[in-house]
């Protein structure tokens, strides 16, 4: 010791407060490091390191003369494929890239709605066909009608203006009530609405966020979500810096493997999340589970029930096979649950749901400094649309606990009946075992892809989904009479490749989009420059 002592008292300051640095800095990627081998093991950890280096390797060869020129080339093609696809207007429809001079007529200004309205790669009438996954979640069209006349009268309303506006606050309030009510709310629950799916996610992300900082002093906050959960958090890690650990699922179940959860928790996990179920290949996780860990390490558990919203609170009562996921589980702290799909309501509308008032103030923002005066907001937006408000509540009162019961048999039913026709085709296996709305199949025989392709043609438009290629149908009502057709379609496509000899590695336009060419590429960067151009020609006017 003695020796030490006299080794610092013989640096000089500089010296001293460098090699203070140094073992600080020492200190904090060795302890990264311990915990990346903790937690994913030295099998894992070996892989991690393979994949980066690959992704790295990947990236020089990307960025070298020869593959850049392709490269443009592609992407340059693509972008004219997209523009040609999304931006080819019909002479017959107006273009307004600038103001007009004098404004439209009220009768000109509906002519052109209406032309905008069958403008359309498909006819409204083949939109309710039902052979479309998801996307229109509808609750008839009296309801669109009743929903329509609520977001009328409340057009100008505005949440953020609760003395001017004290109806919207009423319904806003009742609204989550209602939905804290389906999941089994404990007293003093709390919860807000949002603007959709991804809103409700980034807010809960945000809450455990702020709450691991005041509480425990997180500085470098990581959670934990399972490879088939949403794409959302990894938005929210991204927004608000916070590391997300993706956990496998498991080949047969394709629930989140638990054990490898488990062994990721550190002090800086803020959030570990399950969902119920996932958009992939509607499986629902072990909730149960994940709770015990929520209560044994004193850790936030968020369940996504976005996609599953009001089908999953309706399961047991309606005579189908559930699994525990609200807040009846004691880990479970906050869910989100989306109101513009089973619920019926306009889209827009979401809601976030914490298991006290306590834990929903950490998604709050309030700045008690600007001229302007006092500013506090619930989410992300500060002024909101009252009349999404007023259609989700007129929504969620006509159709009534009763309602949406007969929904859940009738739109789990028609799930089930697609599982069962499915796994009578021979060369297509469903994913799992789905208990809600989705289901996911892939086949190991033929290219998933080129099945999709074939059920293009015959009218229908399903979710193509990767690792592993496959397909998915989210039922809804419209559904309902068309399952025997997607069954049927599904077997008839099957054995229309069988007869033409078309092996798996075969490829067709899906395949192009999402199998082994650039999606399956370690890096990345190709992809995402594609999604960009996709993006960006969103507003091309």
Not at 202 to 207: C, D, H, P, T
Not at 272 to 292: K, M, R, T, Y
């Amino acid at each position: 010791m003695s020796g030490v002592i006299s080794t610092l008292r013989s640096q000089s300051p500089l010296e001293l407060l460098k090699n203070v640095v140094f073992t600080l800095w020492l200190l904090r990627y060795t302890t990264k490091a311990y915990r990346h081998l903790i937690g994913r093991g030295p099998v894992g950890s070996v892989k991690d390191i393979h994949a980066a280096v690959t992704r790295w390797a990947w990236g020089l060869l990307l960025r070298l003369p020869s593959s850049r020129k392709k490269i443009e080339a592609e992407i340059a093609g693509a972008k004219e494929q997209l523009e040609t696809k999304l931006v080819n207007y019909p002479q017959t429809l107006r273009r307004f890239e600038t103001l007009p001079s004098s404004g439209l007529s009220e009768d000109e200004v509906r002519e052109e709605l209406q032309a905008l309205l069958s403008f359309s790669s498909k006819p409204w009438s083949e939109i309710q066909s039902g052979q479309v996954s998801g996307a229109v979640y509808h609750g008839g069209s009296d309801l669109c009608t009743l929903t329509s006349e609520a977001y009328s009268l409340f057009s100008l309303s505005n949440p953020l203006h609760p003395d001017i506006f004290p109806a919207v606050r009423k319904m806003e309030a009742e609204i989550v009530s209602m939905v804290l009510r389906l999941f089994n709310a404990p007293e003093g629950a709390g919860g807000a609405m949002t603007s959709g799916g991804t809103e409700s996610i980034l807010m809960a992300v945000k809450g455990a966020r702020e709450m691991a900082r005041v509480e425990r002093g997180v500085r470098e906050p990581e959670m934990i979500v399972p490879r088939t959960g949403h794409a959302a958090f990894d938005k929210a890690g991204h927004y608000f810096g916070v590391k997300v650990w993706h956990v496998d699922v498991d080949p047969i179940t394709y629930k989140v493997n638990i054990a490898d959860v488990r062994r990721l928790i550190n002090p800086n996990t803020i959030l570990l999340v399950g969902s119920a179920p996932n958009f992939p290949h509607g499986i629902i996780d072990d909730i149960a589970a994940l709770s015990e860990l929520a209560v044994r390490y004193e850790i936030p558990l968020h369940v996504d029930c976005c996609l599953g919203s009001f089908i999953v609170p309706f399961l047991e009562r309606a005579g189908f096979a559930s699994e525990p996921f609200d807040f009846r589980l004691r880990g479970v702290t906050s869910i989100s649950c989306d109101t513009h799909k089973y619920g019926f309501a306009p889209k827009g509308t979401s809601t976030i749901l914490y298991r006290s008032h306590h834990l929903r103030q950490y998604q709050y923002f309030v700045s008690t400094d600007w001229p302007g005066g006092v500013y506090a907001s619930p989410s992300i937006a500060g002024s909101r649309p009252g009349a999404l408000l007023a259609g989700c509540w007129a929504a969620m009162v006509r159709v009534g606990e009763h309602g949406y019961l007969e929904s859940c048999k009738e739109i789990v039913g028609a799930a089930k009946r697609v599982e069962a026709g499915l796994i009578e085709i021979d060369g297509i296996e469903v994913i799992g075992k789905p208990l809600v709305s989705v289901v996911a199949f892939t086949s190991i025989a033929l290219n998933i892809y080129e099945i999709g392709d074939e059920l293009s043609k015959r009218g229908w438009h399903l979710n193509a989904l990767q690792s592993p290629p496959a397909l998915h149908i989210a039922c809804t009502r419209l559904t309902v009479p068309v399952v025997d057709k997607l069954v049927r379609d599904v077997g008839d496509a099957v054995r229309a490749l069988k007869e033409e000899g078309r092996e798996k590695g075969s490829e067709g336009s899906m395949m192009a989009l999402y199998g082994s060419g650039v999606t399956e590429m370690p890096d990345k960067s190709v992809v995402r420059r594609l999604a960009t151009v996709f993006v960006d020609t969103l507003y091309k006017a």
